[in-house]
């Protein structure tokens, strides 16, 4: 009879059971249906509230107390990790990530994307996850935790995570199962508006890069296109500072070249101390004519790649983005995008600005050195050739001088019969013929000038002429005097 009774309250339980895990799934079913019909009739300038709303219903049908979207994205061909959007039961919870936040998987656990990009899931106690993973979570406060990654086009995009802060529990396979659904959703979703907004944006920053490269094709000098330059992308990306910094390989800190600033409270002179160093250990020193510059950008510089940028907090610097400059594919410095008020999550069309204006200023800044080194060249060749003006309108005097007293010798020493007036004009002419052929000797000597005259062949076809008018001038007088 006692065997009865329990086998009869064991197929109750088994029903109750059964009964129960249905009415969870049907649960989490219609918890899809819902959010589905909210994200497919979102308009987008309420996405995050559309999106936070969607959140809640999932979150609070599985009863967690965290709930967080993560994107992956590629920098540099290293991928991280970055908190988009977050849900959380209790507002004043301090523990969980910021929402911006980034994690380079080789940096925190490098198992986790080959083992999402398989499919797999994290689920359960911390206490049952390896020792390298629950140190990580541990550090925010959760006792359980659900990690499901999300695929579109059969790409690993990111994952959605569930914290729990209370209990120590496993989520089902059913569960998990409706719940991929929901995150596939959420991702969607938050691709869609993504697209949107680039769209738009992308819109708009092409007619402020058109603008840009219009004024750049005027006879402005160039700096003041580039301060006009920076000002409106300044504007546009409503950011604190926009500097464009020279490398210098004279000194250790770079200078500033061109700059904008919101408010002059941003303004300083002499910025970012060492920053030469900082600039050449993350950008290559020259890339080929095909390759692309690689852009760095930080949405917090005091928890992003690992505390290296900290020191930039001197300059009030909170978040930034760098694009290199190069001129004739050597580093020439970087456009610094800075944001002083707080931190900020930048965008890929904040990125992509960014490198096309960073490609502009490089042509701007190779224009004007070659327009200065045109300049230089020119000045040189005028100065070149005003200084051999006056040097021939000096030496004129210094010429004709010995052979006027030539010219004038001959003379006398042909109509005098006097032998002692012949030798006295033939000394004059040996005098003043020594003294004109000196002269000539030291103007080929000035380099200045003899590169020059040699292209032109003057100083050799005028030594010809004065030697071979001294040596007529001699053999006429000797003639005179034998006769």
Not at 10 to 32: F, I, Q, Y
Not at 395 to 416: D, Y
Not at 445 to 455: F, G, H, L
Request: net charge negative.
């Amino acid at each position: 009879m006692i065997k009865k009774i329990k086998a009869v309250f064991s197929k109750k339980e088994k029903a109750d059971l059964a009964k129960e895990t249905l009415g969870a799934k049907n649960r989490l079913l219609e918890m899809v249906a819902a959010i589905s019909e909210i994200l497919l009739t979102f308009e987008a300038s309420n996405l995050e509230k559309t999106l936070l709303e969607a959140m809640e219903l999932m979150a609070r049908c599985v009863d967690v107390d965290r709930m967080h979207i993560w994107e992956n994205r590629d920098i540099g061909g290293t991928t991280m990790y970055e908190q988009k959007y977050e849900w959380l039961k209790d507002k004043e919870d301090t523990k969980t990530p910021r929402v911006s936040t980034r994690y380079f998987y080789e940096d925190t656990l490098p198992d986790w994307e080959d083992y999402f990009s398989a499919g797999n899931c994290i689920n359960g106690p911390l206490s049952s996850l390896p020792e390298a993973e629950y140190k990580f979570l541990a550090s925010f406060g959760i006792r359980s935790v659900l990690i499901i990654p999300v695929f579109l086009q059969k790409s690993f995009w990111g994952f959605v995570s569930f914290g729990d802060l209370k209990q120590e529990r496993t989520f089902s396979d059913e569960e998990i199962s409706v719940l991929r659904s929901g995150c596939l959703l959420l991702a969607n979703a938050t691709v869609r508006y993504q697209n949107q907004i680039l769209i738009e944006t992308r819109l708009e920053q092409q007619q402020i890069m058109a603008d840009i490269s219009r004024s750049f094709n005027s006879r402005e000098p160039v700096g003041r296109l580039i301060n006009d330059a920076l000002r409106q992308i300044g504007e546009f990306m409503e950011v604190s500072r926009i500097v464009v910094v020279a490398a210098d390989d004279c000194i250790d800190e770079s200078r500033p070249v061109y700059s904008w600033h919101d408010r002059k409270k941003w303004w300083q002179a002499d910025i970012h101390t060492a920053l030469k160093n900082l600039i050449t250990e993350s950008f290559q020193n020259s890339v080929s004519e095909t390759g692309n510059a690689a852009i760095i950008w930080c949405n917090d510089i005091a928890q992003e790649y690992s505390g290296k940028y900290k020191g930039l907090s001197s300059a009030c610097i909170k978040s930034f983005i760098w694009a290199p400059v190069y001129v004739e594919n050597f580093l020439w410095g970087l456009i610094s995008i800075e944001e002083c008020e707080s931190i900020r999550t930048w965008s890929e069309s904040d990125i992509q600005l960014v490198g096309s204006v960073s490609s502009e200023i490089a042509s701007a800044v190779a224009r004007d050195l070659i327009d200065k080194a045109r300049n230089e060249a020119l000045e040189q060749a005028m100065r070149a050739s005003k200084a051999k003006g006056n040097f021939l309108a000096n030496m004129s005097h210094e010429m004709r001088t010995p052979m006027n007293a030539i010219i004038g010798m001959t003379a006398i020493g042909k109509v005098s019969e006097d032998i002692n007036k012949k030798n006295y004009a033939f000394e004059r002419i040996e005098n003043a013929s020594s003294h004109l052929l000196g002269v000539i000797n030291d103007i080929l000597d000035m380099s200045k000038i003899e590169t020059s005259w040699n292209s032109l062949r003057l100083p050799i076809v005028l030594k010809k002429c004065f030697k071979k008018l001294l040596t007529l001038s001699v053999s006429a007088l000797t003639k005179n005097t034998r006769n």
